[in-house]
């Protein structure tokens, strides 16, 4: 079976049951040839056929809901193989190197949040800037991401979607939300030299404008350019014929095949000068022959070539597609009449532009490409990664030359080389290449070199970061101190806190973390006192602001602390909370107090109590219970200075600095409309709504009282939800009428009906809930002190009062909603007769009124539904005519999201009336 006989549609055919999961082993072996014919293509024809199946395979999911459950895109496998895979994609995994782009959602700006978040939301918002402008980023050898803040993830071998959930998941990074994008890179080792083939010309022109040198040998079909001077001058242009000799004017045929050129230019003209007398020649070479030579072996595209006679080795490797993958680049043989003349490296081409062993091709020659030899990698801090060819017996020394030498961040003398032993089993072999005997090392193909890269810690160094100007490493002193390290204030940022400072250190052998809080303002102020710590070598040093959260730095050290403690060391952390500026959780430094606390804690807020505080304390007794115990603090001794009040800390000690009494945030209410001062009122606890509206120097003469409007935030999140939940009923109740409409023997009116409760959800989607409170504003205004008529304020509490009206409104299933001119006397049936009359979906036996206060009126004196036509109506009522619920008697919820809608709709007129 041919291309041919296969045809396109199978392997449409073949590719579409792979792809669908359809086909079983057997069915699968049917499909061998077609996999073949698949095989055959170039690589970017299987890459678009791949594609479009895909695209097909997407639009009938869409089109399908039967398609949900099939493979979004289409696999892509080596089916080289001939075997079917479990999984034909082949998912991309990350990896260390590679280089990702990180998106963060916005943080929600909250504007009714409490005070206690603000710290939060402000440090959260600076830190996601901080995130995105350290994009792109990059896995580290270890494949840990390096966020800011000291935060280090592990994502190595997870694919994009799972290094997105590992990063929404972490604990230090709850209130972000991300998502991640893989930047495409190349494989990180690839074959040496190979690519210099990768622009191969498609066709090949022989090189005719080159000086041709004094060594090339002349054969059949070149041509001479003779030039004869003196008194039977003339220009003539010589052929070598197939018997190797040129018909020359005068002198008749003179043999030149095999000579030099050169040799034949020098026997020429002497002949001339001496055969003719008075004449003398020039001679030059004309168009030059054609030969054939045999590209063998590994060559991409193998067979005979015909070539220009000036042509070399590398100009025949040009000719044939260069060298394959699995052929040498060090050992390419000229050979000539069954012998090999020459062999050629390339290295020496690539490496030193050496073309001395770059031999001219003649007639007849034949250029062998043989398999490749020993192959040794090489990775890490070198110049040049690759994979390279090496010669027999070739030692580490030769592939340290070959890739470059090494980078300046390269440790030598941690290098690892990766074998594979006589027993085929892995092994790993430590080899210092700073000495001769490691760089002696012999090699073999397949090993694996990794150069290890220098530590990222500092020896003999201190570092700072956080809030300053210039943050990094310097050299370390003996006898430096913090001041030493800082140098002076100027060197912090505005709004530095200069009360907290932590110095992350790292002593003994083993490197266990302790932690150090200094004053650095003390330390300063007297730099001679134990205030100005004492530094060690790899100490790091944290400035904080005032403003912002320090858990971005804290979190990863109590993390260090956490691993590092045991059941005879318990965690080295202690925590405060309450009215501080930052809360949370810090180290326990040696002999920390309560005031150390405090200015871990930013100090004490504008809301604290000075009175005393509270430090829970938990230890452990007798190893058997854990212990709780209560101190009082006297926090006015304390912020004087009194020693015997700055309580030592131990292990888990949590201080609470209580609020002071009555304190609350500034509550505020707006008082818009008419009345003669609006504008929002500051209020105090317990002020009701009739003293707000005395001090905005009461209605005006053109206020209408009954119609005012008062809306309250926690009302207005109450309401909303219950628009969330009716909307979640009309859904489903939808879904429902879906689903029956092809059996239902009422097809016409449920269709309808989904079509009008289609548009309902929609309107009820787009709903914001008012949150408004029926009041009636003339009780409000005359009701006496403690009276329930007159509203307590909560923060964020609104009144509008509109101006006098004079209008009746009809809304619903008439024939004209509109608003009607108020006419004492007339009914409510009046004004629905004014818009037209009831249409022929109407309820006429539910008719309501809503009040100008937004009460809905009992005009029968019995129930809410008036079957009365004279009931009262009053200037600013809203006459509202539903629709019949037997038109919409499938949707249960109809009546119920109806009727909240034209509430809704009523307050909001009033409200946007100013």
Not at 331 to 342: T, W
Request: proline share 6%; net charge negative.
């Amino acid at each position: 079976m041919n291309r041919s006989t296969i045809g396109k549609a199978g392997l449409w055919k073949t590719l579409a049951i792979i792809l669908l999961g359809a086909c079983a082993w057997p069915a699968f072996a049917q499909t061998q040839e077609e996999l073949k014919v698949f095989q055959s293509l170039p690589k970017d024809q299987q890459q678009q056929i791949l594609d479009q199946i895909g695209q097909q395979n997407k639009k009938q999911q869409q089109q399908t809901p039967a398609a949900a459950s099939l493979p979004t895109s289409i696999p892509k496998a080596e089916i080289s193989t001939g075997i079917l895979p479990e999984t034909l994609e082949v998912v991309p995994r990350l990896r260390a190197g590679d280089s990702l782009l990180l998106s963060v959602a916005p943080i929600k700006d909250e504007k009714d949040r409490p005070r206690a978040a603000d710290n939060e939301f402000r440090a959260q918002t600076e830190y996601r800037q901080r995130l995105l402008d350290g994009n792109p980023y990059l896995l580290d050898r270890t494949g840990r991401l390096l966020l800011p803040g000291a935060i280090n993830i592990v994502l190595a071998g997870l694919t994009d979607e799972e290094a997105m959930q590992r990063l929404n998941a972490d604990p230090a990074l709850r209130g972000f939300e991300f998502e991640l994008s893989i930047l495409p890179v190349e494989p990180e080792l690839k074959p040496f030299g190979y690519e210099l083939f990768t622009t191969v010309p498609t066709t090949f022109a022989p090189a005719t404008d080159i000086p041709v040198p004094a060594e090339y040998v002349i054969g059949p079909g070149d041509s001479l350019e003779l030039q004869l001077i003196g008194e039977r001058g003339g220009q003539y242009t010589l052929t070598v014929g197939r018997d190797g000799v040129v018909d020359f004017p005068e002198l008749g045929p003179i043999a030149v095949a095999g000579m030099r050129f050169a040799a034949a230019k020098e026997m020429l003209e002497r002949r001339v000068s001496e055969q003719m007398i008075g004449m003398r020649a020039s001679v030059s070479m004309g168009e030059l022959r054609s030969i054939q030579v045999f590209v063998l072996g590994e060559a991409e595209h193998p067979g005979s070539y015909t070539v220009s006679g000036l042509s070399t080795i590398t100009n025949a490797l040009f000719n044939s597609g260069g060298v394959k993958p699995i052929g040498s680049l060090r050992d390419i043989q000229l050979k000539r009449n069954g012998q090999v003349i020459r062999r050629m490296d390339l290295y020496d081409l690539l490496l030193n532009g050496d073309t001395s062993n770059d031999e001219r091709l003649l007639p007849g020659d034949v250029i062998f490409i043989p398999p490749v030899g020993t192959t040794v990698s090489i990775t890490g801090e070198i110049r040049r990664p690759a994979i390279y060819e090496l010669r027999e017996g070739a030692v580490a020394s030769e592939i340290l030359y070959l890739a470059g030498g090494l980078t300046p961040e390269a440790d030598p003398r941690t290098s690892v080389l990766e074998r594979i032993d006589d027993r085929r089993n892995r092994t790993v072999v430590d080899i210092d290449l700073t000495m001769p005997q490691g760089r002696g090392t012999r090699l073999q193909t397949g090993d694996t070199i990794t150069i290890q890269r220098i530590r990222e810690s500092y020896e003999g160094a201190v570092s700072l970061s956080g809030h300053v100007h210039r943050p990094g490493s310097v050299q370390y002193r003996s006898g430096m101190k913090l001041t030493d390290l800082i140098g002076s204030l100027d060197e912090l940022q505005p709004l530095a806190d200069t009360h907290y400072v932590l110095i992350h250190r790292e002593t003994g052998p083993t490197r266990l973390v302790s932690v150090i809080s200094a004053d650095l303002a003390a330390a300063f102020a007297e730099p001679a006192s134990a205030a100005n710590v004492m530094l060690q070598p790899r100490d790091r040093t944290f400035v904080f602001d005032l403003a912002t959260s320090r858990e971005r730095v804290v979190a990863p050290i109590i993390q260090e602390l956490s691993r590092q403690s045991s059941h005879d060391e318990p965690l080295q952390a202690v925590g405060i909370d309450g009215r501080v500026m930052v809360p949370g959780q810090y180290p326990l430094s040696p002999g920390m107090t309560v005031s150390d606390l405090l200015r871990a804690g930013g100090g004490l807020d504008q809301a604290a109590y000075g009175g005393e505080a509270e430090l829970t304390r938990y230890q452990v007794v007798d190893g058997e219970r854990r212990q709780t115990e209560l101190i009082h603090i006297e926090l006015a001794d304390l912020l004087a200075g009194v020693p015997s009040a700055d309580v030592a800390l131990r292990p888990f000690d949590f201080l609470v600095i209580k609020e002071m009494p009555s304190w609350r945030e500034q509550e505020t209410v707006t008082i818009s409309g008419e009345v003669r001062f609006p504008g929002t009122y500051p209020v105090t606890s317990g002020e009701t709504l009739r003293s707000v509206i005395n001090r905005a120097g009461g209605l005006t003469e053109l206020a209408f009282p009954e119609g005012g409007v008062f809306t309250r935030r926690d009302l207005k999140e109450r309401e909303q939800r219950q628009l969330e939940v009716l909307g979640e009923r009309l859904q489903r109740e939808l879904a429902v009428l879906s689903l029956e409409q092809a059996q239902s023997a009422e097809a016409a009116n449920t269709k309808q009906a989904i079509a009008a409760g289609q548009g309902l959800l929609a309107d009820l989607k787009g709903t914001e809930a008012v949150g408004r409170l029926v009041i009636n504003l003339d009780d409000v205004m005359h009701a006496a002190k403690d009276s329930p008529n007159d509203i307590v304020l909560k923060d964020g509490d609104l009144l509008v009062v509109p101006r006098k009206t004079q209008e009746v409104t009809v809304i619903g299933e008439v024939q004209s909603p509109a608003s009607h001119l108020y006419q004492a006397g007339l009914g409510r049936d009046d004004y629905v007769a004014r818009s037209g009359g009831v249409t022929l979906r109407a309820d006429d036996k539910r008719i309501y009124v809503i009040r100008a206060n937004g009460s809905v009126a009992d005009v029968t004196g019995s129930g809410w539904f008036s079957r009365g036509g004279n009931a009262e109506i009053r200037p600013g009522d809203t006459i509202v005519v539903p629709l019949d619920p037997q038109q919409m008697r499938p949707l249960t919820v109809w009546t119920s999201v109806t009727q909240i809608l034209y509430n809704i709709a009523v307050a909001v007129a009033a409200v946007n009336s100013f």
